[in-house]
């Protein structure tokens, strides 16, 4: 069933359906109250940059693929109103929950899904709509996940660790911890935090844990400090890139990215743009990678006469340097420092 200007009427029809492999959906129905202490307060990183470069204007059709607490859609929407639509997909469902009363006021241009982003294209597949005029992606954890110390994301909280963007899911950093082998544990915190000292943390936390269970993020936190040697001024803690790679661990946060990005593309029109956000160099080597990729660019490294890299474009690249914070942003919110930007614009 369709309205007279070509959309499903979302109110009525789609909250009735049950989708296969989409039961999950949320509706903005009711609302949980909020965790205490939790604020409502919210700084989107690079907003400016990411409203320009999605050239969002009334009536567009965009998809925010992590909506985390809804800055980023807050702005999209006020931008492509009137007659704008947005999807909204979150893993995180309690993050979901809240960022509904914030956008309440677009309630009847707004879709929501408690999905991993990674499925999207299932998402859109089961969705009777035109092009899209574009996607965000936003890579990185949400301010309400890393201040809420239940949540274990942070070595500066006292909580428990957790790290799941999804709380359905069984896999805790804790179990990680307590369970892997020392080398295990030490690859892991190589390949995801690239991180020197792997090997003299992971042969800590086994001795640690050889003592009893390692259960609350500040204890982590410690047997690392204790394992890194102190030479000179540092600028990042010394827990920062193991807690990096055990939640990326825990959260599959590399896994399909490609894949996402490559199958993302068809669903979008042409002109219509793709921007990520990602906030480490593993991230963002892949979202360099593919986006090259898809513009027929060679990612191999080979040379010209052993490249086998496709060079069919399916997208131009809008940002060959990726988009960072300016001085301003950062002065007001200091967590954006390590966020990069890549656009690509379909053809």
């Not at 409502?40 to 940059?49: A, G, I, K, N, R």
């Not at 993302?264 to 219509?272: E, H, I, R, T």
Request: proline fraction near 6%.
């Amino acid at each position: 069933m369709r309205t007279a200007n070509g959309w499903r009427n979302w109110g009525s029809e789609l909250s009735r359906l049950d989708w296969a492999g989409l039961n999950k959906h949320v509706w903005a129905t009711t609302m949980k109250a909020p965790p205490e202490g939790f604020s409502s307060e919210h700084q989107p990183v690079l907003l400016h940059e990411v409203l320009d470069f999605l050239m969002c204007r009334p009536g567009g059709i965009f998809v925010d693929a992590t909506l985390g607490l809804g800055g980023h859609a807050e702005a999209i929407l006020q931008k492509i109103q009137p007659g704008g639509r947005l999807i909204g997909v979150d893993r995180d469902k309690e993050s979901l929950e809240r960022v509904r009363d914030r956008l309440l006021p677009y309630a009847h241009s707004v879709l929501y899904f408690h999905e991993n982003f990674k499925n999207l294209p299932l998402i859109l597949n089961n969705l009777d709509l035109p092009p899209l005029d574009g996607i965000l992606a936003d890579l990185g954890v949400s301010s309400y996940q890393l201040l809420s110390p239940e949540r274990g994301f942070s070595f500066q909280g006292s909580g428990m660790l957790d790290m799941r963007m999804d709380r359905s899911q069984t896999q805790t950093a804790a179990g990680l911890v307590n369970q892997l082998p020392e080398e295990q544990i030490a690859d892991l915190i190589h390949r995801y935090g690239e991180e020197r000292y792997a090997r003299r943390i992971a042969k800590a936390i086994v001795r640690a844990r050889s003592q009893g269970r390692i259960s609350q993020c500040a204890e982590l936190a410690r047997i690392i400090e204790s394992a890194v040697p102190a030479r000179g001024p540092r600028s990042i803690h010394p827990a920062t890139r193991t807690f990096q790679a055990l939640r990326i661990a825990v959260n599959e946060e590399l896994e399909g990215l490609e894949e996402f990005l490559a199958d993302v593309l068809p669903f979008v029109k042409p002109g219509g743009r793709v921007a990520v956000i990602s906030f480490h160099s593993l991230e963002d080597r892949i979202v360099k990678r593919t986006f090259r990729k898809a513009a027929g660019l060679c990612v191999c490294n080979r040379s010209p006469e052993l490249c086998t890299c496709p060079r069919e474009a399916r997208v131009t690249i809008i940002t060959p340097r990726p988009a960072t914070p300016r001085a301003a942003e950062l002065k007001d919110n200091p967590r954006a420092r390590s966020a990069r930007l890549r656009v690509a614009e379909r053809i």
